[in-house]
C-alpha cells in the first residue's frame, strides 16, 4: 500500500543544532499530521496540517505543508536533549497511516 | 485528564497460545484504533471501531480478532500465537474526524517466546 517516506532515517545533532525531517507522498495528502514518540514510548499528537503552503509554530518547533500537499516538513531550531525521540507524519484518513519516521539523537 | 488506558503493560506468551489485549479509550471518543509496531517499524494500524461497530480494517491477521463493548472499551484477541507477533500494540482513541489527533495509550509489548 501506499507509504509516506521520511528522510532522514536517523539524524544526530548536537545540542543547540537545527534540525528537519522531511516527509514525501507520491500522492497529494488531504492532511498531514506529526506524531512525537521518545524512545520506549508511544506516540504523542503534535499538530495538524491541511491547507496548502500552511505553516504553524509551536515554540522551536516549525511544521510546514507543502503547496501541491504532497511533502511536509518538521524543523526544530536549537535542539535540546528533550527533543529525542522519533518524529512520525502521518496522513489521516480515516485512519492514520504512518511515515517512515525520523529518529532524532541530540547530544549534550 | 484521562488518557487512554492500556492493559497490561507487559505480557509473555509461548507459541500457540492466546492473548487479550485490554484497551480503555478516553470518554466521549467514539472511534478506537489498534495499532501493531515492531521494532524500529512505524505503527502499523490492524482495526478499528466508531461506535461499537467495526469500521476499518488493515493488516490484521485471521488469527486476530477485536471488539468494542457496550462501555466502548476495546479487546484484541490474538490466538495461535508466533514469534513474529512479539511487538508493541498500541490502542487509539479520537473522535473520529480527519480533523483530530489521536490520543495513543502507553501500549502492550508482547513477547512470544
Known amino acids: 500500500g501506499q507509504q509516506v517516506m521520511q528522510i532522514p532515517q536517523y539524524q544526530h545533532v548536537q545540542e543547540g543544532e537545527d534540525f528537519t525531517t522531511y516527509c514525501n507522498s507520491s500522492t497529494t495528502l488531504s492532511n498531514i499530521q506529526w506524531y512525537k514518540q521518545r524512545p520506549g514510548g508511544h506516540p504523542v499528537f503534535l499538530i495538524q496540517l491541511v491547507k496548502s503552503g500552511e505553516v504553524k509554530k509551536q515554540k522551536r518547533l516549525t511544521f510546514q505543508f507543502g503547496e501541491a500537499k504532497k511533502n511536509s516538513s518538521l524543523h526544530i531550531t536549537a535542539t535540546q536533549t528533550t527533543d529525542v525521540g522519533t518524529y512520525f507524519c502521518a496522513e489521516n484518513t480515516d485512519k492514520l497511516i504512518f511515515g517512515t519516521g525520523t529518529r532524532l539523537q541530540v547530544f549534550p | 485528564a484521562a488518557g487512554v488506558i492500556q492493559s497490561p503493560r507487559h505480557l509473555i506468551k509461548e507459541k500457540r497460545e492466546t492473548a487479550t489485549l485490554k484497551c480503555y479509550p478516553i470518554?466521549?471518543?467514539?472511534?478506537v484504533y489498534w495499532y501493531q509496531q515492531g521494532p524500529g517499524q512505524d505503527p502499523q494500524f490492524l482495526i478499528s471501531f466508531y461506535e461499537k461497530m467495526q469500521s476499518d480494517k488493515g493488516s490484521i491477521p485471521d488469527r486476530f480478532s477485536a471488539q468494542q463493548f457496550s462501555d466502548y472499551h476495546s479487546e484484541l484477541n490474538m490466538s495461535s500465537l508466533e514469534l513474529g507477533d512479539s511487538a508493541l500494540y498500541f490502542c487509539?482513541?479520537?473522535?473520529?474526524?480527519?480533523?483530530?489527533?489521536?490520543?495513543f495509550g502507553s501500549g502492550t509489548r508482547l513477547t512470544v517466546v
Open positions: 487509539a482513541s479520537s473522535l473520529g474526524s480527519q480533523f483530530y489527533g489521536y490520543t
Open positions: 470518554p466521549r471518543h467514539d472511534t
